[in-house]
């Protein structure tokens, strides 16, 4: 059974950091892309980056460009999402999700975690 | 403002079809697969449609996708009360390298 566990989600300050870990198992990690949503409270999806399966390939928004970074330990088949100069506008709660592929350009997610919480307030 | 358009919401009686409209551009949908999303209340999104019309393994037929152009359809057949949700399309934006979601359209079954 595939399973995508986040964590490190908490309340942080304007400007402070924060990194997101996805914990998955039930597939070969290695063999797929893997991506991180997001969904500010009351609003729609937001695609925020993704990463190929070797790791060699990483996209982002270009409202998180230069300050998340997105990578992934395949011998731990663990996803992460570092964020640094966070905004108010970068609360949501933030789903790590598994690519049908290996490119980690199309996107399509069909396995998603539960999603972890961060809130940038001061 | 997303790059993808759809309506905010569609309603329809149960047992009824209903479709969803996403609306892009020759940089998005034109010339890349679109997938579609189901998300329940307080739950992650589930994948319904990948690749403009293929199913998951588990998803009825009762729900389809096609693409025309720049634009894409969910359709749902057979409405059932547990399909209200917020349907969302996905699709990759080539000029901006980025995946790009559309704003979401809540489904209510009357």
């Known amino acids: 059974e595939v399973q995508l566990l986040e964590s490190g989600g908490a309340l942080v300050q304007p400007g402070g950091s924060l990194r997101l870990s996805c914990a998955a198992s039930?597939?070969?990690?290695?063999?797929?892309?893997m991506g991180w949503v997001r969904q500010a409270p009351g609003k729609g999806l937001e695609w925020v980056s993704a990463?190929?399966?070797?790791?060699?390939?990483?996209y982002y928004a270009d409202s998180v460009k230069g300050r998340f970074t997105i990578s992934r330990d395949n011998s731990k088949t663990t996803l992460y999402l570092q964020m640094i100069g966070l905004k108010a506008e970068d609360t949501a709660v933030y789903y790590c999700?598994?690519?049908?592929?290996?490119?980690?350009?199309?996107?399509?997610?069909?396995?998603w975690g539960q999603g972890t919480l961060v809130t940038v307030s001061s | 403002q997303s790059v993808l358009t759809q309506p905010p919401s569609v309603s329809a009686a149960p047992g009824q079809k209903v479709t969803i409209s996403c609306s892009g551009s020759?940089?998005?949908?034109?010339?890349?697969?679109v997938s579609w999303y189901q998300q329940l209340p307080g739950t992650a999104p589930k994948l319904l449609i990948y690749?403009?019309?293929k199913r998951p393994s588990g998803i009825p037929d009762r729900f389809s996708g096609s693409k025309s152009g720049t634009s894409a359809t969910l359709g749902i057949t057979a409405l059932q009360t547990g399909d209200e949700a917020d349907y969302y399309c996905?699709?990759?934006?080539?000029?901006?390298?980025?995946?790009?979601f559309g704003g979401g359209t809540k489904l209510t079954v009357l």
């Open positions: 996905g699709t990759w934006d080539s000029s901006l390298s980025a995946g790009v």
């Open positions: 690749e403009n019309n």
């Open positions: 990463i190929s399966n070797s790791g060699g390939s990483t």
């Open positions: 020759s940089s998005n949908i034109g010339n890349n697969y």
């Open positions: 039930g597939f070969t990690f290695s063999s797929y892309a």
């Open positions: 999700a598994k690519d049908l592929g290996f490119r980690g350009t199309v996107p399509d997610f069909d396995y």
